[in-house]
């Protein structure tokens, strides 16, 4: 709107512009605080501690003043000043001016008209206290069409049209509870999603902010109306329901409507620095009261305000501008003086005389000193001669209200900025920190920093999760029952910890049980079976010690490792065992070890540097002993397993069916790394030769890993056992059981009918234990070397099986087939290995900490009387200092006939009292 369009829409009078700068100066809010700033009075900046109400007395001019006014606040620049005009003679009720009821509709119509739209997002104002109480007010009076009738004596009713209220507030709940999404959502979604989405989750909702809810809290501790009589939210707010609320003080509840009023333009004018609207509010309210006079509520509503001001001695922003014909009657006795004053001294003696009057006596708690009557002069009309003049001197100058632009901060564009500038940092931050986490999951196999096995567990580079789990990770195995196994040796370590706790001065000791085929992907379960079961009977000895209760029995703890297929990450387990075992000192020793591999002995090297004695499972090579002196192993050599072989080839040959030639070929891996392979087949060599043999040897190249050349230009095992069919003689496979079953598979597609005779190391018992693979080729009999004697019961005979019956029940029905690898059974005895050992050395020496070094000690010493009668056989050192492997140790020979059923041909060592085959090589002296 043009300057003069709007100067024509003020009316015109003697000192206008001098009202005008009062409204401006009394409307502009400060950069700080809440009280308005400083006023220069007679050249001295001066404080103020409250907005006055101003008093214009107008005679019958005040209609035209008030909307004169109203443009003023309307076209003020740079944005509208949030403003009511509300005349109370043409609408309040003329009848009982002092009603609660009149006092409460004017409030009313205020808080509609500061909540418009039309103030600008920033402009207005949620009356959420004053409409709680307004709608309390109405509820029982017939007036509302949301009206909830009698309500007396029922609170129950009361608080169903408050749930209703506020689900009617809320965008979602309305949603929700409407008639057409009730059936949407009750046809598409489950009964209970249903019941919980339309009436559980509401309703909760409604109790939780009932409870909570700012409005709700306020109305219970606003000091009108004892609001704690009876002491409840639901007893109060009944109190203000009609017919209820016509026995309160009408006093106390104009106060209480006028309070509630003031504090939601309170809260919404509070500065808070992460409410940057507020500083954009640089005008106070302005209530704009036309026709205040003694036949409506103007003098009441006025009294209330300026009674809630002294008694909560809170500023709230709001200007009220009362025009009227008399001044007010409190205020005219106080100020008659005043009324008389020239508009033109306004600045200067009206406003100065107030805030000194004010400043001395506004702490009396009278209402006289709120009060700010001024007398306006008589209208002009237009069409008088000084109209023109007095228009350009008196009000275009201040026509045009300038308020304070909000700090640079608060501005919507900079907030918006800031707001994205925040979003942005918090997402590239988010981003770091999810990158961060990302990047140590895949560190660490996927686990989070929190969860507790993280820090010992590691992403190798083909994929395999290595490390050392100690608190219930299975290694992504994809074998169900592996992973039960891993389960429950977590569930009985817990036990153990307890145990530990419940009898410190029991031993309590840490065992490490190190793999090598833990989580290979794409592995198939049967595959994993030999890991498993090497597991279960770990598990087995570990659950019998918790059922021990003896003074010298330990308590056993059994954390599963994993070094990757073939052991090659094994130097990088034992870095992260070096530094668990700082921290945990009942950490003594380490079991598992699988694979006769080059990176084995990387690994048994690296395991003696950090001092831990290791007892292995299966491995077999000759010179994994000559790696380190705290090495063990439970099973024997390939020398002693070249000599059982070459002592049954020979009874074989000379006595089996169709006597095959006394010719061997021994078919080796050419992978340089598998030292298995390789010294197995140099000691069969030897063996053979020695019972004169005809010796040839062959090689096969193993199929390499994903991405890796193959290791050498021999063919492949299948091609090899093709080539194989017509040999006359004995076929000995020194090499792996999935290369055996490549070998087993050529032998099949050229000779299954009559195919050489097959005699297969230790390795094949993994192939033969598993009956899903081992029956792939029924028709081609083989035999195969084994660390047990190959049978075995769940039938309580067994120390291990009678274990593994009770926890393993679902692995009984297998027991026939896992027990002719002798891995559960190894896994057993290595075990018990350490535990006689720590029995031992609190027996002897009961004060001797129980370390590594002292374990590895009482380890060498077992021999004699002090042999382990074990599952897999006697475990005896022999007496000598030196000695890793144990004397005799036991060996069988089992057949796999052409219905694919397996059979002991003989056995070979010390089991107990029983005699061994008569073709086994002689058993060796004890030493002393």
Not at 438 to 460: E, I, K, P, V
Not at 463 to 469: L, Q, R
Not at 691 to 713: H, I, L
Not at 735 to 749: M, T
């Amino acid at each position: 709107m043009a300057s003069n369009e709007l100067d024509s829409q003020i009316p015109v009078f003697r000192g206008a512009g001098h009202l005008l700068r009062l409204i401006a100066d009394l409307t502009r809010r400060p950069r700080r605080r809440e009280c308005p700033e400083p006023v220069r009075h007679r050249g001295v900046a001066q404080g103020r501690e409250g907005l006055p109400v101003l008093c214009l007395v107008a005679g019958p001019d005040h209609t035209p003043l008030a909307k004169g006014i109203g443009y003023f606040l309307s076209h003020a620049d740079p944005r509208r000043v949030p403003h009511v005009l509300y005349d109370l003679a043409a609408d309040a009720p003329r009848s009982e001016p002092e009603s609660v009821e009149a006092v409460r509709r004017t409030l009313e119509r205020l808080a509609q008209g500061f909540a418009r739209s039309v103030n600008g997002s920033d402009g207005r104002v949620r009356f959420r206290r004053f409409g709680l109480v307004n709608w309390l007010t109405q509820v029982g009076t017939g007036n509302r069409p949301d009206d909830l009738g009698d309500m007396e004596g029922t609170d129950h009713t009361l608080l169903q049209g408050l749930r209703e209220r506020e689900f009617r507030r809320r965008r979602m709940f309305g949603l929700l509870r409407s008639p057409e999404t009730e059936l949407a959502v009750d046809g598409t979604v489950p009964w209970w999603v249903w019941l919980f989405a339309v009436h559980v989750f509401p309703l909760a909702w409604f109790r939780v902010r009932r409870g909570l809810g700012r409005e709700y809290r306020w109305l219970l501790n606003q000091p009108y109306l004892a609001p704690r009589d009876p002491g409840t939210f639901i007893g109060f707010a009944e109190r203000l329901t009609a017919p209820h609320n016509q026995v309160e003080d009408p006093e106390q509840l104009r106060k209480l409507m006028v309070n509630a009023f003031l504090e939601d333009l309170r809260v919404a004018f509070r500065r808070r620095p992460w409410r940057p609207r507020t500083a954009r509010r640089t005008a106070y309210c302005v209530a704009l009261l036309d026709g205040v006079g003694p036949d409506n509520c103007g003098h009441p509503l006025l009294q209330a305000v300026i009674d809630v001001r002294n008694e909560t001695g809170a500023f709230d922003p709001l200007l009220i501008i009362a025009c009227g014909a008399q001044p007010p009657a409190e205020g005219s006795r106080a100020r008659a003086d005043w009324g008389r004053s020239e508009l033109w001294e306004l600045t200067d003696r009206l406003y100065g005389g107030w805030r000194d009057t004010f400043l001395h006596q506004g702490r009396a708690r009278n209402r006289a000193p709120w009060y700010l009557p001024v007398s306006v002069p008589r209208l002009m009309p237009p069409s008088e001669e000084s109209y023109e003049l007095t228009r350009r001197l008196e009000v275009a100058q201040d026509a045009r209200l300038r308020i304070p632009e909000p700090p640079l901060w608060a501005r919507r564009v900079v907030s918006v900025v800031a707001v994205c500038a925040v979003v942005v940092g918090l997402l590239g931050a988010g981003g770091l920190v999810l990158g961060a986490e990302s990047r140590y999951r895949q560190a660490h196999c996927g686990l989070s920093r929190f969860n507790a096995d993280a820090d010992t567990l590691r992403t190798a580079e083909t994929g395999e999760c290595i490390g050392v789990a100690r608190h219930g990770f299975t290694f992504h195995s994809p074998d169900p029952s592996l992973d039960r196994t891993l389960q429950k040796i977590y569930a009985q370590n817990a036990v153990a910890e307890q145990e530990h706790r419940a009898a410190p001065e029991r031993p309590f000791v840490t065992l490490v049980h190190l793999s090598a085929l833990l989580s290979v992907s794409g592995k198939l379960s049967g595959q994993l079976a030999y890991g498993r079961e090497a597991l279960q009977g770990a598990a087995s000895a570990q659950s019998r010690q918790l059922r021990s209760s003896g003074a010298t029995e330990p308590i056993l703890r059994i954390f599963p490792a994993n070094a990757g297929s073939g052991m090659r990450f094994g130097p990088r387990v034992v870095e992260i065992l070096d530094r668990l075992k700082e921290q945990d000192p009942s950490l003594v020793g380490v079991t598992g070890l699988d694979q006769s591999r080059e990176a084995t002995n990387r690994t048994i090297r690296q395991l003696t540097a950090v001092g831990l004695p290791m007892v292995a499972t299966t491995l077999s090579a000759d010179s994994l002993v000559r790696q380190s002196p705290m090495y063990f192993q439970v099973s024997p050599q390939n020398s002693r397993e070249a000599e059982v072989a070459a002592a049954y080839a020979d009874h074989v040959v000379r006595t089996g069916a169709g006597k095959p030639a006394r010719r061997v070929r021994i078919i080796a891996s050419a992978d340089p790394s598998d030292t298995y392979s390789r010294t197995l087949s140099d000691d069969v060599e030897r063996r053979f030769r020695a019972r004169e043999f005809a010796v040839e040897r062959t090689s096969f190249t193993p199929p390499p890993p994903p991405g890796q050349e193959p290791a050498s230009d021999a063919p492949g095992p299948g091609t090899v056992g093709q080539r194989s069919c017509s040999y006359p003689g004995v076929v000995f496979f020194a090499g792996r059981s999935e290369d055996f079953e490549s070998l087993l598979g050529g032998i099949n597609e050229s000779c299954n009918s009559a195919p050489p005779v097959l005699i297969g190391g230790d390795d094949v018992a993994r192939l033969a234990a598993d009956a899903d693979r081992r029956g792939h080729y029924p028709g081609i009999p083989y035999d195969f070397l084994d660390f047990t004697l190959g049978s075995a019961h769940c039938d309580g005979t067994s120390e291990l099986y009678a274990e593994l019956s009770r926890l393993f029940p679902e692995e009984c029905a297998k027991v026939p087939n896992s027990s002719l690898d002798g891995h559960a059974a190894l896994g057993f005895d290595a075990v018990k290995l350490y535990v006689n050992a720590v029995k031992q050395l609190r027996e002897e020496a009961a004060q001797m900490p129980l370390t590594p070094p002292a374990v590895w000690h009482a380890i060498s010493g077992v021999h004699g009387d002090g042999a382990l009668d074990g599952a897999s056989g006697i475990i005896s050192f022999g007496g000598e200092v030196d000695r890793q492997v144990p004397l005799d140790k036991l060996l069988s020979v089992q057949r796999i006939d052409r219905t694919g059923r397996p059979a002991q041909a003989g056995f070979c060592g010390r089991v107990g009292g029983r005699k061994q085959a008569a073709w086994c090589p002689a058993l060796e002296p004890e030493e002393g």
